[in-house]
């Protein structure tokens, strides 16, 4: 199968590679331990997959932000997402 | 809680996944990957980093856009939604008349976008249309071509006329929902007409409202065929809203991979919306059944 057309690149396919790979991982963890919703900071109830899809969200405006605010470089903001991806999942 | 635990009916869901993977996934990983490439045609991409995600972020063009996407969005909200409540309140609530007033109000919703645009672009022009040429022979200098306050009030009055009936339709639905006896008990302590209103009707139409005014946020947000055909994103760049611009870029100069980068941040905007859409009308429902 040729790909070519869609222009594949190392990082881009890391990128998918990892998404995929924690879509994958949580799926097992919802089979193997099921969980009830809880209701957070938000006042939402969110499950484990909805405090993900929150981080994930949240990771990418944190990225573009710090691409568009900061000449820091980019790796740093990934320091600022864990610590996001941290909070979400204690307290959403 | 005990809720059995049955996750096998998500077998029932692959053939849909499988779709969406080549209508959006795949197309999407595609546009990712030109988000981070330069390319001159012939298939050929040079690695670029972030460097489109940056120029979009700092684009003076991308701004001007996002502005204008944002007060048009927020002039047809503060029209629309009053407008619809105005049109809901005054319709007949049962017989003949209400029968025939949803389907006239329904009309413009059945009316395709691009038909839309170009009837709204007749109606304007000044030698032809019936609205620019009765405007321009009572004396009035009107031309949506040339000036850009009269090619912003003929897109948004376009989309008033089009979407205005989505929310009077979800509004009487909800203002069809209350009961006779508020009304009776509202005439016992001499209510005015205005606390019938914001006592009774408003809050029993909170929930459609939300709704509505979410749907038309993100749809005109994403807004593009109506005033493409009728202005084409002009005069100037005057009515040149998001989805405009990022067609312009992508096709008209053929600029991949900043065009990839720029859908993709209008896509993760339109997603958080969209999230927050789903997220408060699951939590209503939730409020709902309780």
Not at chain 2, 85 to 101: E, Q, T
Not at chain 2, 110 to 120: D, F, H, K, Q, Y
Not at chain 2, 135 to 155: C, E, H, K
Request: aromatic fraction near 14%.
């Amino acid at each position: 199968m040729d790909l070519s057309w869609m222009a594949w690149t190392w990082p881009t396919a890391a990128f998918f590679g990892s998404i995929a790979a924690v879509l994958v991982g949580f799926t097992i963890l919802a089979i193997r331990y099921p969980e009830t919703p809880r209701v957070g900071v938000l006042g939402i109830e969110t499950t484990r997959g909805d405090r993900l899809f929150i981080t994930l969200l949240g990771s990418a405006f944190i990225n573009l932000g710090w691409l568009g605010l900061t000449d820091l470089p980019q790796w740093q903001a990934l320091i600022l997402c864990a610590l996001y991806a941290a909070a979400v999942f204690r307290w959403v | 809680m005990n809720r059995t635990v049955n996750q096998k009916a998500w077998f029932l869901v692959l053939p849909v996944l499988v779709l969406v993977a080549f209508s959006a996934v795949i197309p999407l990983m595609t546009v990712v990957n030109y988000s981070v490439q330069d390319s001159f045609g012939n298939n050929q991409f040079f690695w670029a980093g972030l460097e489109w995600f940056e120029e979009i972020l700092t684009s003076e063009r991308v701004h001007n856009a996002l502005g204008r996407q944002i007060v048009f969005s927020a002039i047809i909200l503060a029209i629309e939604v009053p407008l619809g409540i105005l049109v809901a309140l005054s319709m007949p609530k049962r017989g003949f008349w209400a029968s025939l007033s949803l389907v006239l109000i329904a009309l413009p919703l059945l009316i395709p976008w691009n038909v839309v645009g170009t009837i709204w672009q007749i109606f304007g022009r000044v030698d032809i249309g019936l609205l620019g040429w009765t405007l321009r022979n009572l004396g009035v200098d009107y031309n949506y071509t040339q000036n850009a306050l009269d090619a912003w009030i003929t897109v948004i009055v376009m989309d008033v006329w089009h979407w205005t009936s989505l929310v009077a339709l979800l509004a009487y639905a909800g203002l069809q929902s209350i009961p006779e006896a508020y009304y009776q008990a509202a005439k016992i302590d001499q209510a005015s007409r205005w606390s019938v209103f914001r006592y009774i009707e408003l809050p029993k139409m909170q929930g459609v409202l939300l709704i509505a005014i979410l749907l038309r946020f993100m749809d005109s947000f994403m807004i593009y065929t109506e005033p493409f055909v009728v202005t084409g994103g002009g005069p100037g760049n005057a009515t040149t809203f998001l989805s405009i611009d990022l067609v312009k870029m992508a096709l008209g100069q053929f600029d991949l991979g900043p065009a990839a980068a720029f859908s993709l941040m209008y896509f993760l905007v339109i997603l958080l919306i969209s999230w927050v859409f789903y997220t408060v009308m699951v939590n209503l429902d939730r409020r709902g059944e309780r």
